[in-house]
């Protein structure tokens, strides 16, 4: 999943991402 985001959004959009999915699961 991680290169899925990575390739479409990039390293830098990759870790808002992750940080957005963390958000949202608290």
Same mark, same amino acid.
């Given at each position: +999943?991680? $290169?899925f985001?990575?390739?479409?959004? *990039?390293p #830098?959009? &990759? =870790? /808002?991402? &992750?940080? *957005? $999915? +963390? =958000? /949202?699961? #608290?």
């Amino acid at each position: +999943v991680a $290169d899925f985001f990575a390739k479409y959004y *990039g390293p #830098q959009r &990759l =870790t /808002v991402a &992750l940080a *957005g $999915d +963390v =958000t /949202v699961e #608290q």
